[in-house]
């Protein structure tokens, strides 16, 4: 199979004039996206890594795109700040580039948002071989249109990012988990709506089927108590409470609950459409973020269902298209023409 | 058929503008210091009307403009000189507003404040809050990605539209996003966001609602220098806390505000405003520290809000100062560039220097937590080239945005007022793209004319091939 591997911007813009089509490959987490399809060279941007700015005090970042999400956390935690998303399969080797393009975002997105709220600007190298750079690194910032949103959840459809830039912000000093059992979905569905549009600032709101809530609660750890009491005292519930936490959270971002699966999807969600894919043929599987997203694990035919009721998703692991629905073409179709004309990149 | 007969089908008398006196209120948006004469402005009161408008448009090449209120500070609704003006204040109603779902369904039309007011009885807000917001719409702040004092932990508009619906230049109809946080696919709802009108005309918005937060902790202090207060703020950021809004006003400005609205200001050479809010217990815990970190920082006087009241009296003095400028000259240009918040203090001597130099009072007031900077340059029009000399230093203070490592806007965009200065901060390959995305959604340049992108930029690879 041929494969390039640039080492530097110049590499990566001799590559995109090189070749005709392109597929391109960060660690290889996701290897439904980055597996090349007939006529493709794999672009393998692990050797562009590592950090270019990091100042704690502008809670910003920037670093080449094949920099390991982990790698990029060690160093952040060292200043006591972390990624809000919390990006997925990060203790896989998840890259940066790779995180951005296939528009991940995982549990404690709850509490700030997700990978949309945080990517600030990129630099990437577009279907010609020109450089482009969108956004900036500062965490305010109205100038120009904005490429770097363009490249969250984009599959490298419109360039190859090389440098991408982060918000980030001071980590919780402490945290506490409190797992809750009920009797059925509904009532641990009923449970979870309630707690969404109350002001507690949770950390993470996941429902775990068939009737499971898993909730995480971060801050100065002499409020953590009280904030407990006060969810048991709503939820007239005492459940389980997990204090030393991390590596519980570290197993789920890393999607540990799907191993068994061959196929593995990302499905955009909300409660309300919860009870309708429960219907549906899946297999290992969590709600995040208040029942925002949904990660699943299935086989062929929970793929073939979710197509059938016309449910968007992503694969990351399996086999089929990636990507349903294709994107809208009247919008899609121009941006595509406009920065990658060759169609050397993927969604051509 | 002409283009105005066939505008005149489709909309009835009081509806379709096309009489000098009736363009007059539409010849310019906030930046008065720009006019221009549309050929007609249409009031549209549902979206196949929008629509209509654009598609007439295209078939005709005649440029059109679509705006709201008109508060935009940069030009960007200004209207091209005989082209059409879309106005779409009457498309303001809330179609669907969803607590469970925590979502609201929108038209372009509908003022910021409003619906934080119809999420109010279920505890929901809507989190962007530009200065503008009890009048200006969402269709505006989507074009522009408005900002407002909370950007730092709250992010801007696009973190908070899910979901749009666009006419594109060339009069398709599309729908982008979904109902969820997430998605799939390339973000392109995310990627309209802040493209200021160039790429097509906003005709429903789906907008994230957020819980309107538990407990509020506001403290007022005052400071001996502007670089004391400055200071302060990266003091508050180096002790780990994550503030709603921290926001700073000059004396010149406080004097302005306090003639104003009587806001209770202590007179001082500058004053820090930190808000902190969220759960009531961890509020506590963050006010303690906080107190810890401005008892440090030199402060000469500290006040803590004891009420909603108190609170608001805060806020209100910060809120004016922008109009309350206004008191102190008779004109005043203002500017909103960002620097990194660790250069902030650099960036204001600066400005001081310039300030000097020129020989033009600047007023200060700025979100601190996110670096972005409100300028305020004074000056008397009536007074022969003060207003280019006013212009001449506002430019200057972009230009040290730019070198600082920041950008030309934080919530304004650019309009017209500054893609001169584009160049500054974008290569001309990045400028380039934006110029080619442009052409394939809007191949007739309609949308928007003469906005965001400067004229005359260079294709670097076929200079490259020339010469």
Known sequence: ?348 | MGFLEELRALFPPGRLLSKGAELAPYESDALTAYRKRPLAVVLPERKEEVVEAVRLCYRHGVPFVARGSGTSLSGGSLPVEGGLVIALNRMNRILRLDPKAKIAVVEPGVVNLEVSRQAAPFGLYYAPDPSSQPISTIGGNVAFNSGGAHCLKYGMTAGHVLALEVVTPTGEVVRLGGESLEGVGPDLHGFFVGTEGLLGVTLEITLRLLPRPEAYHTLLAAYGSLEAAGNAVSQVIRSGLLPGAMEIMDRLAIEAAEAAVKAGYPPAEALLIVELEGPKEEVEEEAKLLAQVIEESGALEVRIAQSEAERQAIWKGRKAAFSAVGRLSPDYIVQDGVVPRSRLGEALKEIGRLSQEYGLRVANVFHAGDGNLHPLVLYDGKKPRELERAEELAGEILRLCVRLGGSLTGEHGIGVEKKAYMPEMFAPEDLLAMERVKEALDPKGLANRGKVLPEGVVDPCLEGAHG
């Open chain 1, 1 to 348: 199979m041929a494969e390039v591997r640039p080492t530097s911007l110049l590499e990566v813009q001799e590559a995109v004039r090189l070749h005709p089509r392109l597929r391109p490959k960060g660690a290889g987490t996701k290897p439904a996206l980055s597996a090349p399809r007939e006529g493709e060279v794999v672009l393998d941007l692990s050797g562009l890594r590592g950090l270019l700015q990091y100042e704690p005090e502008e809670f910003v970042f920037t670093a080449y795109a094949g920099t390991p999400v982990k790698e990029v956390e060690e160093v952040l935690r060292a200043h006591g700040q972390y990624l809000p998303f919390h990006p997925p399969l990060a203790g896989r080797g998840a890259t940066l580039g790779g995180t951005v393009a296939a528009g991940l975002s995982g549990p404690m997105r709850e509490r700030f948002g997700g990978l949309r709220d945080f990517l600030l600007g990129v630099r990437f190298v577009d279907g010609e071989g020109r450089v482009v750079r969108g956004g900036g690194q500062v965490v305010k910032n109205a100038a120009g249109f904005p490429f770097h949103r363009l490249m969250v959840g984009s599959l490298g459809a419109f360039g190859v990012m090389v440098e991408l830039s982060f918000k980030v912000f001071p980590s919780p000093r402490a945290t506490q988990t409190l797992r809750l059992t009920y009797g059925n979905l509904a009532e641990a569905l009923a449970a979870m709506e309630r707690l969404r549009v109350l002001p507690l600032d949770l950390l993470a709101l996941d429902l775990i089927p068939p009737a499971t809530l898993e909730i995480r609660l971060g801050g100065f750890p002499e409020s953590l108590g009280k904030r407990l009491k006060r969810l048991q005292e709503i939820l007239q519930k005492e459940g389980e409470v997990l204090a030393e936490d991390e590596a519980h959270w570290e197993g789920v971002r890393n999607l540990r609950f799907l191993e068994e699966a061959p196929i593995w999807v990302k499905v955009p969600s909300t409660p309300a459409w919860v009870p309708k894919l429960e219907d549906l043929p899946l297999g290992p599987r969590r709600y995040l973020a208040g029942g925002e997203l949904l990660y699943a694990g299935m086989e062929a035919k929970g793929l073939a269902s979710l197509r059938q009721a016309g449910i968007p998703h992503l694969v990351l692991k399996g086999a089929g298209d990636a990507l349903f629905p294709h994107p809208p073409e009247a919008f899609f179709r121009q941006l595509k023409l406009a920065l990658d004309p060759r169609s050397r990149f993927p969604l051509g």
